[in-house]
Nanobody, 115 residues
Framework: QVQLVESGGVLVQPGGSLRLSCAASGSGFRVYAMGWYRQAPGKQRELVATITRSGTTNYADSVKGRFTISRDNAKNTVYLQMNSLKPEDTAVYYC?????????WGQGTQVTVSS
């Protein structure tokens, strides 16, 4: 069993910055790729960014140049640095971890960008 715990979601003004964290815990697993997804009201869940164990990254066009994904393999933790936030970034953000046998989702954290 693998558990993902997310933190960092808050209310922030447009143009502000925020950093999200997601730590994987449990036993008998090895984490490979990790990523962040988000779901806004009335929309489907969409990919935000992914990162492999070696550090290769991939970003959605809507966040490219503003968001940065990173990870600490020793801590099984993935981060999302969010800069120049826009109201359109408002959503519930979910982290995802891929293991040798399955993938797991975090519980989600609310990010609201508003003045």
């Amino acid at each position: 069993q693998v558990q993902l715990v997310e933190s960092g979601g808050v209310l922030v003004q447009p143009g502000g910055s925020l950093r999200l964290s997601c730590a994987a815990s449990g036993s008998g697993f090895r984490v490979y790729a990790m990523g962040w997804y988000r779901q806004a009201p009335g929309k489907q869940r969409e990919l935000v960014a992914t990162i492999t164990r070696s550090g290769t990254t991939n970003y959605a066009d809507s966040v490219k140049g503003r968001f940065t994904i990173s990870r600490d393999n020793a801590k099984n933790t993935v981060y999302l640095q969010m800069n120049s936030l826009k109201p359109e970034d408002t959503a519930v953000y979910y982290c995802k971890a891929d293991t040798t046998s399955f993938f797991y989702w975090g519980q989600g954290t609310q990010v609201t960008v508003s003045s």
